[in-house]
């Protein structure tokens, strides 16, 4: 999906004034943070440089990767989430999930987004580093937001909202927050961006959504609101750090999901493109 319209000759020109690309995403490593609800990831190598040698003396190395959909930096597909039997649509959630994969809403259907960003710090309004554990994002928090990064989220758009809890990444526990609950948005906020229509939203955090304290993963009610009920792609575990220190507001995002069919999710390389 894409709502930028330029030209050709003016989208180049526009690279050859000069552009700075921002990481929104963490490196794939394992041992990284992750969901205790999902698949670890885990690499290795199958084969080392001098393990087979060819006649001219080279050699090649290469490894074996596994992980699951929602593992570090990723995008949810439709397919992920279901209320009450049905997925986004009001499609069957059973029927569509026979042989082991999923017919419909499955991660090749996330669209490459292409199209506006924009960059909410909510941990920035409250004037702190990080917001405190278990805080709620409210459509107050996004308002305010929006109004500091002079770009209000429309139709077709990328919203990144930093809470800060992204710093804490490297330290699994405390990452995941099991007993201390992790901020996040709350559905009053999910609501405020589903008016908006925009195709997708993510955050610093494993579950995108406030977790209290001691609640961990048990009910997920923002999912449901964004993925079931308005056809919303949620991205979870980005890097916001470096934006927020460049002071990102509007941006050109470029999301381009792995397209594995069937898949409930797919790892992601977000991009913010901006002015140099």
Not at 149 to 166: F, I, K, L, Q
């Amino acid at each position: 999906m894409s709502s930028t319209t330029a030209a050709g000759p003016d989208l180049l020109a526009a690279f050859r004034d000069g552009t700075r690309v921002i990481e929104l995403g963490h490196p794939l490593y394992t041992g990284m943070a992750g969901s205790p609800n999902h698949p670890g990831f885990r690499m290795t190598l199958e084969r080392r440089h001098g393990d087979a040698v060819r006649p001219d003396g080279g050699s090649a190395s290469n490894e074996v990767i596994v992980t699951g959909g929602h593992t570090g930096t990723h995008v949810d597909a439709l397919a992920h989430v279901s209320h009450d039997g049905l997925l986004h649509g009001g499609v069957d959630a059973a029927e569509a999930q026979r042989g082991g994969k999923h017919a419909v809403h499955g991660a090749e259907t996330i669209p490459p987004m292409v199209t506006r960003g924009v960059f909410l710090d909510v941990a920035a309004v409250h004037g702190v580093d990080v917001l405190g554990a278990g805080y709620g994002v409210t459509a107050e928090d996004l308002e305010r937001a929006a109004e500091r990064a002079g770009a209000e989220p429309g139709p077709g758009d990328v919203v990144v909202v930093r809470t800060g809890w992204g710093r804490l990444f490297g330290d699994p526990q405390a990452y995941v927050g099991k007993e201390t609950g992790v901020p996040g948005m709350t559905v009053e906020g999910a609501q405020w961006l589903a008016e908006r229509r925009i195709v997708a939203t993510g955050t610093d955090t494993t579950a995108y959504e406030q977790i209290p304290a001691g609640a961990g993963h048990r009910v997920l009610p923002v999912h449901r609101v964004l993925l079931v009920d308005h056809g919303i792609h949620i991205v979870e575990h980005m890097a916001c750090e470096d934006a927020a220190e460049a002071g990102l507001g509007e941006f050109l995002a470029v999301f381009a999901p792995l397209r594995i069919v069937g898949a409930t999710g797919a790892p992601v390389r977000p991009l913010a493109v901006v002015p140099a």
